[in-house]
């Protein structure tokens, strides 16, 4: 099946039988239907949908290596400037669509797994099995079009201890046996965005392993269906209420759900493992492979397009209630306009310094995109601080679409009137500004933002460790030893 449509992602998800908790209450399968994912299910249809519309679908789709049949962009390995610019617009085509709010789009773990795909040859050092097995998994989330999240990090019980200690290395995802053709899982793992309505769950290394005979059955990389026997979702409380799109603009389109994955006994096919009891592997596994920057360049469009939204979000809001001439709000908006254009041109020299790997895929830059790997997770947090402060009462002034046609309608009119619009209107943007910067669905956009890369704090840490200062240390020595 080529890049398959809506209706054929419905399809499949109807006939999964994932296992998921929520709010007290257990799904098997069912999950399109639940209202805690229907809306979102419902954008992520459309997502796909895009493939086929002939405004999108030469952006979005590129014959497939293996019959012509059109497959997602995401999964086109870049050899030319060309694909690296095709592969940029297609992710710009959906963030776009989404605003720049749904994380887990197809074509993030699309874009690790056609780099570590094509880093077959690494995977191969330890057993030439999980070249091939790479390779193949790769070609069947293409040909099948599959949607994927991952799982990366070990429950959140006590950090003081290494991960593989926690309760005396109960908790944490383990290899508890082997048998003639697979691996047996056991424990749990910490998060999977749009878990309950993926296809595939990937199970990849995260957090650094030592290389101790103790850290060996933490050591893995594999992937399972989400409907995997054994395999159960712990949904958060969803933040879509079931209410209009007037409403809750963002809440009741966006809210990806996030889970605790549990797995209790799940048996792994050989065929599906990348890497298994090989610590210094999982270390280098994003590395070794550049998958890092080909999900970076694809979260970097996603950023833009989100930084892009806020910016003209914020100048409505300006313009709706005559705030615009006022110099604190143009320099809250000149560094919105600073943020957007820092990304772009970050994400710009990463294209332009791109190079060709150890594996022939033409890869961006890494210290430009490292650059915004680090930066936007903090730039982000000012986003919904400034729409709070420039909102102010306006923001609790919402009234919700039932009003518009009760009662007070015709106070609304006249007392919730803007400069720019009327009564209607302005209650409609005040609604979308407050679902981006002060409802349940905005505050977890900022945290989502901030640790969308794991720890900040810690990534600061590799962002030093691994940035070459040693020509300017040189500099400043010859200097220091001027007569
Ligand atoms: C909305 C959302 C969606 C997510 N979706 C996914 C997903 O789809 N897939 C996935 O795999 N993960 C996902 N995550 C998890 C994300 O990767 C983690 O939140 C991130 O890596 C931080 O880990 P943690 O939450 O366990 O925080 P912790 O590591 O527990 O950190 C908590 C605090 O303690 C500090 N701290 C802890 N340990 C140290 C240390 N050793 N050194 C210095 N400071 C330390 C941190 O700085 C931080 O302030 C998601 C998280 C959020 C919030």
Redesign the pocket.
């Known amino acids: 099946m080529p890049a398959r449509t809506g209706a054929e992602f419905l399809d499949r998800l109807a006939s999964a039988r994932t296992h998921v908790e929520i709010q007290g209450e257990t799904l098997i399968g069912g999950v399109a239907a639940h209202p805690a994912f229907a809306n979102v299910v419902r954008t992520y249809a459309g997502l796909f949908d895009m493939q086929h519309d002939p405004r999108y679908r030469d952006i979005l789709t590129y014959p497939s290596p293996a019959g012509g049949e059109p497959v997602a962009t995401s999964f086109l390995i870049p050899r030319t400037p060309a694909d690296l610019i095709k592969r940029r617009q297609a992710f710009e085509v959906w963030a776009q669509r989404s605003l720049g709010m749904l994380?887990?789009t197809g074509d993030y773990l699309n874009s690790a797994l056609m780099a570590l795909a094509s880093a077959a040859d690494w995977f191969g050092q330890t057993d030439t099995a999980f070249s091939r097995n790479i390779v193949a998994y790769y070609e069947k989330v293409r040909e099948e079009d599959l949607l994927c999240?991952?799982?990366?990090?070990?429950p959140?019980a006590n950090?003081a201890l290494a991960a593989s200690q926690q309760a005396g290395g109960a908790l944490m995802a383990r290899v508890v046996r082997e048998d003639d053709n697979g691996i047996v899982v056991r424990g749990a793992?910490?998060?999977?965005?749009?878990?309950p309505f993926a296809d595939e769950l990937l199970v990849?290394p995260?957090t650094v392993l030592r290389g101790t005979p103790e850290d060996k059955p933490y050591s893995f990389a594999f992937a399972v269906p989400v409907d995997a026997t054994g395999l159960t979702f712990i949904a958060r409380e969803p933040f879509d209420y079931g209410r209009s799109h007037f409403d809750h603009p963002l809440g009741s389109r966006f809210d990806e759900s996030?889970a605790v994955v549990i797995f209790d006994d799940v048996h792994v096919p050989y065929e599906r493992c990348f890497t298994l009891g090989d610590p210094e592997a999982c270390n280098g596994f994003y590395t070794a492979t550049d998958a890092l920057q080909h999900m970076t360049h694809q979260v970097v469009t996603r950023t833009t397009a989100k930084t892009e939204y806020i910016l003209g979000l914020t100048t409505l809001l300006t313009e709706a209630i005559g705030i615009g001439q006022f110099q604190h709000v143009q320099a809250d908006l000149a560094e919105i306009i600073t943020t957007l254009e820092t990304l772009r041109a970050l994400r710009r020299a990463a294209e332009a310094d791109a190079a060709v790997n150890a594996y022939g895929v033409l890869t961006p830059a890494w210290p430009p995109l490292n650059t915004a790997r680090n930066l936007y997770p903090k730039l982000y947090q000012r986003f919904p601080e400034i729409l709070r402060k420039l909102g102010a009462s306006g923001l609790m002034a919402t009234p919700t679409e039932a009003d518009l046609s009760g009662a007070a309608a015709p106070a609304i009119d006249t007392y919730l009137q803007a400069a720019a619009l009327n009564g209607a209107d302005r209650v409609r943007l005040f609604r979308l500004v407050w679902d981006t910067c002060a409802s349940a669905f905005a505050s977890?956009q900022a945290?989502?933002e901030?640790?969308?890369?794991?720890?900040?704090?810690?990534t600061a840490s590799a962002y030093v460790a691994g940035y070459d200062k040693s020509e300017y240390v040189a500099r400043v020595r010859a200097f220091l030893a001027e007569p």
């Open positions: 994380g887990r999240t991952h799982t990366l990090i070990p959140q950090r793992r910490m998060l999977a965005t749009i878990g990849f995260s996030d977890r945290l989502y901030y640790y969308f890369f794991g720890d900040p704090v810690r």
